[in-house]
Structures are given as structure tokens and as C-alpha cells.
């Protein structure tokens, strides 16, 4: 009794991923409630509703097929009642979705609940960079931590061995998510640089869409590895510039910085469109309809977002790899140019 409520705000394939770690440790820890709530945007699936196939079959047979889910998490398609009462709130829908969803949900969650944002991306605001844990914590005014690292969702579900970064100003927060969401399979380490872990998740998802580039336009591995290299000096310059705190270095040797720039690299969807979009011309758009079967891409709109933000200040040429990723997407410049970003970057930024 007296467990903390979780809810999980999502259920694509990272929160149906998520809910499987999250639920278990519920259930067969003390210090949380047994049920686990998980929202579900309702959809019909072979003319059943996904939330009816969730809570029968304990499978989330759209975005997460082939993994059973522990049968104490429970998917509701109502988001306030799904919320309702938790002291544990785990967002996880695609960033482009975040405001309004927490506009859906201002004046229903405790104020002394315990948010942990697990969505990879950045917005913008009149200042320039908003995290979505700002985004978050602005509109519920609960207090946030995140959560990113080297975690491919169907790597996760098989339960394969990772790494994972809680990032979390408040340390007491942090041992209890930790509980909630490590695995010997999941390794959580804490760390207090919470914006830098942040922002990670998001750079590197641009970084990712410049390596497809490269699959796609048939270079090696050597240049892979170039992207990579290059692409983490923007990332760690792009911190300097815009996190409002310190930027410690060794944050980006955790799990959310450079292994999960690798596996994005090699591993995960914005790499897959992206090469897919070098060598067929087709757009991003139809390449993510096509491919993705309802799941969003992260990286081009991420290099939008960053362009806009770096425009702003005046500093796009410091950052020609994710200018280049940028205009290939959005402004038709041709992707065999891309090649041109990594000959002329600066050594040193
Ligand atoms: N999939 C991964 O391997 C992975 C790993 C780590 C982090 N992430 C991050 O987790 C976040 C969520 O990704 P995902 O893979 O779970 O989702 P996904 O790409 O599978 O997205 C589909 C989800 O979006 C929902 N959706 C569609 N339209 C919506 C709307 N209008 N409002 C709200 N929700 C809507 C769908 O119901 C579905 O649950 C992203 O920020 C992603 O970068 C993903």
C-alpha cells in the first residue's frame, strides 16, 4: 500500500518498450503501485481498438509487435483519467505532440508529481532552444528529470544488454526513477547535467540523418565514422552555446551521448529514411509513410528546429554539418553535396 502511482504518457514503440521495464519493476517492487497506467492515442487496428488488444492480448500488436506486455500495465485511451492520481509520469509520445498534450492535461496532475521525459527532440521558442522538458515543466509545473541513452526500443524489449542516462537536478528523484527503470539488461547511471543529456537525444538525430546520407550515397565506414566525430563536436558546441546551465564534458560519455550517436548512426530510423532518401530522391514525407508504418521521424525537423535557432543568433557557419542536413531536407540542395559540409569543416570548433 502507499506506492507511487507511474503513468506512462505514450505507447509507440519506445513507450511500449518502456512499459514493459517500468511495469515489472512496479510489480514486484513496494515503493510503487502494482498498476501501471499507459495512454494510448486510440487507432483500430484489423478493425479492433488498440487499447482492447492491449489490455486482452497484452501486446501492442501496431507499434511494438512480438513482445508481451506484464499484464498489471493497463492502456487507456483516456488521457486524464490515465494521469489521474500519479506520482510518476513518464512521457514518451513524439515531440511534435508534446504541447498539446500537456495542454490536455494543465490542472489535472499532482503538482508534487515526478515527471521524466523520455522524448528525443527540441523546440523553439523566443529565446531559441526550449527542451521538452521545459516544455513540460512550464505547462504541468511538476518537476522534470529525462531519460536518453543507446536504446534502440526493439534491442530494449528483447532485453539485450544497454546503457541508459537518467539525467536529474534532484538526486533523491533520481535513485527513484532509477529503481523504477533499471534492469540487469537496462543499465541506469544518474547524472545531474540534465540538459546536456538532453539535448543529446536530440542532436543526434540530425547527426544520424547525415549518416544515412552517406549509406545512401555509398561511402565507407571511414566517413561514418568522420560524421560522427564531426557531428559530436556540434553537438558538444551547440551545448555550450544554449544550455542554460554548465555543460560538463564527461556527460558525453554516457550512454546519451557518443553511444547513442553510434547506434542512431548504424541502427535507427532517421538513418534508414535517410539513406533510403539518397538513393531513391523520393521526399522525406512519402519515405516516412512508406517505411515507418505510423511511427514519426526525428531528425529532419530537429534540423529545422536547430537552423531557425542557430540563425537567430548568427552562427550557422559554425555549424555546417547540421546546416547541410538541414538544406538537403528542406531547401532542395542536392545530397551529393553533403560530402562538401565534412571537407570544410573546421578541425577545431
Ligand atoms: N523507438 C525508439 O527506438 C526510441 C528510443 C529512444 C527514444 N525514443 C524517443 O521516444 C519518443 C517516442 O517515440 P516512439 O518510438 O515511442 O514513437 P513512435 O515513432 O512509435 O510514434 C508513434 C506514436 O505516436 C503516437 N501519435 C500519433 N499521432 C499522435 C498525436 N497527434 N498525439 C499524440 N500521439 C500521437 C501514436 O499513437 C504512437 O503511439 C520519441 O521522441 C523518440 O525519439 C524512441
Partial sequence: ????????????????????????????????????NMWVLQEEVGGRRLTDIINTEHENVKYLPGHKLPPNVVAEPDLLKACA?????????????????????????????????????????????????????????????????????????????CETTIGCKNMKHGQMLKELMQTPNFRVSVVQDADTVEICGALKNVVAVGAGFCDGLGYGDNTKAAVIRLGLMEMIGFSKLFCKGPVTPATFLESCGVADLITTCYGGRNRKVAEAFAKTGKSIEQLEKEMLNGQKLQG???SAELHRILK???????FPLFTAVYRICYEGKPVTDFITCLQSHPEHM
Fill in 1 to 36: 500500500m502507499g506506492g507511487k502511482k507511474v503513468c506512462i504518457v505514450g505507447s509507440g514503440n519506445w513507450g511500449s518498450a518502456i512499459a514493459k521495464i517500468a511495469g515489472s519493476n512496479a510489480a514486484r517492487l513496494s515503493s510503487f503501485e502494482s498498476q501501471v
Fill in 85 to 161: 492520481g500519479a506520482d510518476v509520469l513518464l512521457f514518451v509520445v513524439p515531440h511534435q505532440f508534446i504541447g498539446k498534450v500537456c495542454d490536455q492535461l494543465k490542472g489535472h496532475v499532482k503538482k508534487e508529481a515526478v515527471g521524466m521525459s523520455l522524448i528525443k527532440g527540441v523546440d523553439e521558442g523566443p529565446d531559441g532552444l526550449r527542451l521538452i522538458s521545459d516544455i513540460i515543466h512550464e505547462k504541468l509545473g511538476i518537476e522534470m528529470s529525462v531519460l536518453m541513452g543507446a536504446n534502440i526500443a526493439n534491442e530494449v524489449a528483447e532485453e539485450k544488454f
Fill in 312 to 318: 537567430s543568433k548568427n552562427v550557422v557557419e559554425k
Fill in 300 to 302: 529532419p525537423q530537429t
